[in-house]
């Protein structure tokens, strides 16, 4: 293909069933109408592409609106996701190529100063983030580790046991408050990481409402006085429990991720996994019941090059806190 025969294009729910069929032939899997509407739709989301002369849609580069939190304040951002190019435009690596085209064309629209968002992230693979720095696109934050730790079986729990769970019922109107305040303890208590807003209504988005997510998530309580101490959510597999998130004050952070192990283990799972971004799973292995967790690299996540330059040295030096949550494919 010569990549002077495409060009850059915007696409919306017209062009959805194109999209859906570019996102099969390049991950092998299908995406519903159903998880385009839940990334897309309702101004959730934006999406550009690239269509070769003939008019075919052979690359896409998509985001999703997120709120960052980062030294006491919100600011719009984008978790940049449904990075694909079909398999004959792949050759083509260059600032003219089928990537950069659609990928150039999403940020300078999107991301900057006097646009909607004023940063973007994301959990590109190693080809992506290469690629995207080499291009002047990306600017690297630091690795994704997936941690795993065996099961946590009765007896030990060290000591009396303390704490107890039960499902989240999404129902139950008091749901709402209840996240929100355990959200407003982790923003207080973590204010030094930056750290994507993770309040009820995005969890109702993220977990109930995802139409293709087998999640299950509980409140852990204080055993003997009831209270929540926090909220986590799991995802079962046939080996493995993948943790998803969490939202609780730090302090309670080792009692929510011993509970989740249980909860695997009680379903028989061999063990509980998760992807942590590098810095917060440190803080997880300095905790006495999470320390010693198998890890390898999961992906490099990266944040395009900030148009607003005076965000781009504080967003650089300051840890980040990302689960595997964060993503749009876990």
Same mark, same amino acid.
């Given at each position: 293909m010569n990549a002077r025969s495409w060009h850059a294009v915007n696409l919306g729910a017209p062009e959805s069933p194109e999209v859906r069929t570019l996102f099969a032939q390049v991950f092998g899997a299908p995406m519903s109408d159903a998880l385009w509407q839940w990334k897309y739709a309702d101004g959730r989301g934006q999406a550009t592409g690239t269509r070769d002369l003939a008019g075919q849609l052979i690359a896409h580069y998509g985001g999703t609106a997120r709120t960052l939190v980062w030294g006491g304040q919100e600011r719009p951002a984008v978790q940049l996701g449904d990075v694909m190019v079909m398999e004959q435009a792949r050759g083509v690596l260059s600032r003219n190529g089928a990537f950069a085209t659609a990928a150039q064309s999403f940020l300078q629209q999107h991301i900057g100063a006097q646009t909607r968002f004023a940063i973007g992230f994301g959990f590109p693979n190693e080809r992506a983030a290469r690629l !995207?720095?080499?291009? $002047? #696109?990306?600017?690297?934050?630091?690795?994704? *580790?997936?941690?795993?730790? &065996?099961?946590? +079986?009765? !007896?030990?729990?060290? $000591? #009396?046991?303390?704490?107890?769970?039960?499902? *989240?019922?999404?129902?139950? &109107?008091?749901? +709402?408050?209840?996240?929100?305040?355990?959200?407003?303890?982790?923003?207080?208590?973590?204010?030094?990481?930056?750290? &994507?807003?993770?309040?009820?209504?995005w969890w109702r988005h993220r977990f109930a409402n995802h139409p293709d997510g087998p999640y299950q998530a509980?409140?852990?309580?204080?055993?003997?006085?009831?209270?929540?101490?926090?909220?986590?959510?799991?995802?079962?597999?046939?080996?493995?429990?993948?943790?998803?998130?969490?939202v609780a004050p730090l302090r309670h952070t080792e009692t929510v991720l011993v509970a989740a192990r249980a909860l695997a283990a009680s379903a028989g799972a061999a063990g509980l996994t998760g992807w942590f971004s590098a810095p917060l799973a440190a803080q997880l292995g300095a905790m006495p019941a999470l320390?010693?967790?198998?890890?390898?690299?999961?992906?490099?996540?990266?944040?395009?090059?900030?148009?607003?330059?005076?965000?781009?040295?504080?967003?650089?030096?300051?840890?980040?806190?990302?689960?595997?949550?964060?993503t749009d494919f876990r």
């Open positions: !995207g720095k080499a291009l $002047g #696109l990306y600017e690297t934050l630091g690795e994704v *580790l997936a941690l795993e730790w &065996p099961s946590l +079986q009765p !007896g030990q729990h060290g $000591g #009396l046991r303390r704490w107890a769970t039960a499902p *989240l019922d999404w129902a139950d &109107p008091r749901t +709402q408050g209840q996240l929100d305040t355990l959200w407003q303890a982790l923003r207080s208590d973590a204010h030094h990481f930056v750290l &994507p807003r993770r309040d009820a209504s509980w409140w852990v309580r204080h055993r003997f006085t009831r209270r929540i101490q926090g909220a986590v959510v799991l995802r079962p597999g046939p080996a493995t429990w993948e943790i998803l998130d969490w320390a010693g967790a198998a890890s390898q690299l999961a992906c490099t996540n990266c944040v395009t090059v900030a148009r607003d330059p005076a965000l781009t040295p504080d967003l650089l030096q300051r840890p980040w806190w990302l689960t595997g949550g964060d």
